[in-house]
Structure formats: C-alpha cells, structure tokens
C-alpha cells in the first residue's frame, strides 16, 4: 500500500494585526520529500529547535510497526510555524497549491496522513482548513483514506469533520502526545487499509468557548474527562476518543468545544459514547480559567519566596501577550512594571522589535545604547517604552532571527527581530543569561513552559496586564448560536444537533460500557436483596423451632 504524508500546522489569533507568511513558515520549520522523510526517523529531529519527535515521526513508526504489510510511505511536505496573526491569504493559496500539486505529482495512493493544527488563522477565510480538505479530496477522491491528527485547541465545524476518515486529537495539554498521536492515527490508517478494522464516528459540537478551569489534562477538573476517554479505549471496539477544547481567539461564529469517538464498526457505541462524553464536558463549563494575578500580586509572592528562588527562579507567564496563542510579543506593560517597581529583583524579559534590531545590530557588544522599544506593531496595546543599556550579547538565530541582549541593570531584555517565544530556558540561556540566577524570567506560553522549565522553575505566575490574549478578548467575537459563557445555557443539545446538520428527534443513548455497569449494580442489589430475606426467614425459623 501507498501512503502519503504531509504537515500544515500554525495556530492563528484573529486579534493580532501582524500577518503570517511564508517566510515564518520556512523560518521556523519547512521541508520536503526524502529531506522531510529523513528527520521523521528516530534518531532525527524532526522540527529542529523545538522538538525531536512529532506526529510525521509517530506516522513513520506506525509504517515500521506493520512492516509485514509492505508499505510504501509518500514524503510530500511538512510546513509548520510559531502561533501568530492571520495568515496572509495569497501565502495560504501557495500552501494549498502546494499540497495539490505535490498529492497530484505522488500518483495514485491509498491512503493519505495529514497533521493540522485544527486552529489556523487566515485573512478573509472564515474556515481555512475545511478549504484545504475539500482541495484535498478534490484530488484523492472520497474513496481514499484520510487520517489527521489535530491539537486539542482545534475547532472542528460539520464541513470539516466529515471530510476525515479517522481523526485524533493530542491528548494531552501541555502538548507531550503529538508522536504517540501520530502513531496510533498511522496505525488505524494502516489497519483501516488492510481491511483489519472498519473506524464509524459519533461526534458532538457543544456551544461553548470556555470552560474547564485550567484544561490541564493531568490536573482537576480536566484530568476526570481524559481518564474517562483511555478507559473507554480499553474497550477493543473504541479506536480513539477526542476532545478539543477550543482556541478562544478564532473569528470563527461557530466556536465550540467538540467530541469526537471513533469505534470499529459499532455505530450505536459510538454515539452513545459521544453523548457520554459531551455530558462530561457540558459540565466543564461552570468551572472557568482562573482569573490571573496582576504584576503587584506577583511580586508579593515573588518577594515571598526569595529562600526558595535561590535554587531557581519564578516563572511567569506574560498571559496578555501569549505568543504561544498568537500574541505579538510587543507587551510593554509588564516590562514598564518590573523596570519600575522590581529593582530589588533580577528579571529577564523579552521584546519584538524588528525596527529596533535594524538600528543598533552594527553596534559593538559592551557599547550603551538609548532604544524605544515597543508602540510599534500593536501600540493600543503596547504603549512605547523608552530604555537605556548596555548591549550585553548578539546572535542571528536559526528559530528568532537575529536577537540582542540589553543590560538595564536589574533587568536583562532580550529583543528579537523575529517571533518572540521564550518557552524554553536556552530561548534566555543561549543569549547568556542563565536561568537558575534569575528571580523572575518572563514566558509568553500558557502551558508548555511547565514540561520544559520543570528542573528551574520554583514557582509558576500567570500575570495580566492587557492584551490580544487575554481571556475576555472572545466577548468581541459575533456567534451564529448561543455560546457559553457569553449567554446562559441550559441545554446543549439543540444547538449541537442543528452544527451537526441533524433535523429528525432522537433521545440520548446510554453507552454499553454504562448499562454493563449498571447491569452489575442491580445484580450486587439484587443479591444483598435475597441475602437480607434469606436472613430474616432462618431468624424467625430459629425462633419459632426455639
């Protein structure tokens, strides 16, 4: 069998008035045929700078996993970059073009493994990927096999869903499944293709937007939904449970969480399983994010901990300006606040700024330098910021293009030409500031920081000045539907029934996995029953022999 595999992946903000295109694509991460097939082996990195195994390196084992089955694996492309603004339209025609020449270009093929990202932004495309499977389809047909694998942020409208054969979310948040993902969607592609298994899908689209505290899989209250979906899998006829937890900064009017279960030909499971699960998540929705701290309640906690930051430093996440979910990286405010109000502490923070890094790269290490920084990409937002230091380091980098460190003495900030994401510590440690001697080291990442800062980090601060990725930037946002927590909700099911383009009536289904329980509970009743009469009748037979 043939089969061919791909990757399109950027989270987008519909909020950010900086534009993606091609060139952060090829900056961050773009590759093609026998040079994208060489990365995506075990002793490869697959996308360089940031992770070592990802879903085409999951994809690549599940071929070698079912080498008795003769596979014949395709490379066509992987373009993958950081979260950022909508992508430019005519740069997204390109990718499109791209993947329809490149599928046309393989030849026939029977089955074909895509990674998306599920979230993507682009200008005047309310859903760009649906765009992009229907081009798909247009030229593999309806009868070939189509898997992708998504994050869990993704919003999963009917146009797009029904377009997939077999769809699997990562399952974990912060994000360390994306392999295994890639793995288990490659196998049930290959089995699907080998005639072993006949994957038939149940799915719900629930009107809300938040919800889920911090939507921590392996934290309450999130953690009871994902252990509720690897029980069901311990069932051979579950193939794979999905839950998306929507990307909050889509200008998508039908934004929603989704459920999604795939069982081997076993229908009536499947949706008496999504039902099951969709109740699980509907009650999710009372329980929203927390409301993060301001600067002054970080630094009272920051100066709280000084013993225990001598073996580390705080953590903090500049949540108004979260890179990681398409924020510019322009944010001023906090920098303004910590240059202020924290001169007792060492502080490493970070900044965009193209125009500043053209200005002063010629300028030699160790020369004081007068910059404003800031005002520039987002400035109703990101208000200018006059600085002076001292240009304590330089590097043109592979990921951030070229970036500068500034000395302003308490404070140490580094300013990136490119996107700026200070998830990992050598994002800081690379520019020669070294984690463990700084109080406080500024991330602009909601969740990843926490896998990658585990060994540094002594305590983690979510911080809110104001931003594109503040929380409450969806009350701007028009929906088609009522959505949670915009308006109050009672039921969930009128509205997931006219997403999912269903008219005729029906009643929830309880799932087997439910009845077998509650099967053995009436017979555990039962039995206590026949006991206790049983009790009772040889009591008063003893007593009338006595």
Known sequence: MRIAFARFMMEGNAFSPVKTTLKDFERTHFLEGEELLKVCQPEHVEVKGYLKNLELSGFIRATKKHKDKNIEVVPLFSAWSISGGPMDHN????????????????????????????????????????????????????????????????????????????????????????????????????????????????????????????????LPPMNSVFRRLKQLEEDPRVLYCSVFMVHPYLNNPDLGWTVHILTDNEPELAEALAEEIAEKCWEMRKKQPPIFISPEEMLEKVRGAKILLKAGSAVVSDTSDVVGAGGTGENTNLIRFLLEEAKDLTSYVSIRDPQVIAEIWEKEIGEKVQVIVGGKLQPEYNPALA??????????????????????????????????????????????????????????????????????????????????????????????????????????????????????????????VLLKRKNKTKQKILIFSLLVIAFYFSKKFFKNKS
């Open 91 to 218: 740069d997204f025609q390109l990718i499109v073009e791209k993947l329809k020449n490149s599928l046309i270009e393989a030849g026939k093929i029977d089955g074909l493994f895509l990674s998306l990202h599920g979230a993507l932004v682009v200008e005047n495309e309310i859903e760009p990927e649906v765009k992009l499977l229907e081009t798909v389809r247009s030229v593999i047909g309806d009868n070939t096999k189509l898997a992708v694998t998504f994050d869990l942020h993704g919003n999963m409208p009917r146009e797009k869903v029904e377009k997939i054969d077999i769809l699997c979310a990562y399952r974990s948040n912060p994000h360390f499944d994306m392999a295994k993902t890639g793995l288990r969607a490659g196998d049930l592609l290959i089995r699907t293709l080998a005639g072993e298994i006949n994957p038939v899908r149940a799915w719900r689209s629930l009107p809300m937007i938040l919800g889920g505290g911090n939507t921590i899989s392996v």
């Open 387 to 512: 600085v002076s230091g001292t240009i304590l380091n330089k590097k043109d980098t592979e990921n951030f293009s070229r970036v500068i460190t500034l000395d302003l003495g308490h404070l140490k900030m580094l300013i990136t030409e490119g996107m700026n994401l200070p998830m990992k510590p050598d994002f800081y440690e690379d520019l020669g500031l070294p984690i463990m001697k700084a109080d406080i080291t500024v991330v602009k990442n909601f969740f990843h920081f926490r896998i990658y800062y585990l060994l540094k980090n002594r305590m983690s601060l979510y911080v809110k000045t104001k931003g594109i990725t503040d929380f409450d930037r969806f009350f701007s946002i028009t929906t088609t539907d009522p959505v949670y927590p915009l308006h109050e909700i009672y039921d969930w099911r009128e509205i997931d029934r006219k997403r999912r383009g269903i008219t005729s009536p029906s009643q929830p289904q309880k799932s087997n």
